[in-house]
């Protein structure tokens, strides 16, 4: 079988958009996908973790039980914005030989409208795999251009994780598995000051 590199950004995406994913309060979550963007509650000065990976989002919302977690976004977007926000983002932990020093990185971190954290991803079960998954945070111009110019269009896919936690629970892994969205690698690589 083939081995997944340690580092590598998986996703659903098309010539000119990607998928990425978030969790909501219904009050948020709710008006996004019914309007197809995002609501003037909607907070574009903070900063939004935006993750390509579906399972990964299942495992920081707890397949949409968390609090404020309970409606889960399928957000397309194009890759003209995301490509952008990789090319200038920071990574967001300090790494000795890719910065020059620790002052350097904070200083990169306070500049930069975006930063990537690379988390173990998950599996159906939601256990760690031996590989990496990508977060990416948009804060300012990016967190505002995310919203407001890249994003193409949002789907509410509640939905799909309940019935694909409910057949994981039900011990129909193959069944879950068929559900699940195809994510495939990236074909733009993460650029190499964010390979930490």
Known sequence: MHKAPHRQIRAAHTDTTIT?????????????????RFPPAWKRERMTWIKPSFLWMMYRCGWATKADQETVLAVEITREGFD???R????????????????????????APARVQWDPERDLHLNQLPYRSLQLGLSGPASRAYADEWTVSI???TPLAREVHHLVRSGEDAAARALLPV????????PAHLDG
């Open 183 to 190: 994510e495939t690698p990236y074909p733009a690589a993460p």
């Open 155 to 157: 789907r509410d896919v």
């Open 88 to 111: 200038e983002a920071c990574l967001s932990h300090y790494v000795p030989g890719l910065h020059a020093d620790r002052a350097a990185w904070q200083e990169s971190l306070r500049a």
């Open 84 to 86: 952008r926000a990789l």
């Open 20 to 36: 990425v994913y978030q969790a909501y309060a219904p009050h948020l979550g709710v008006p996004a996908a019914r309007d197809n």
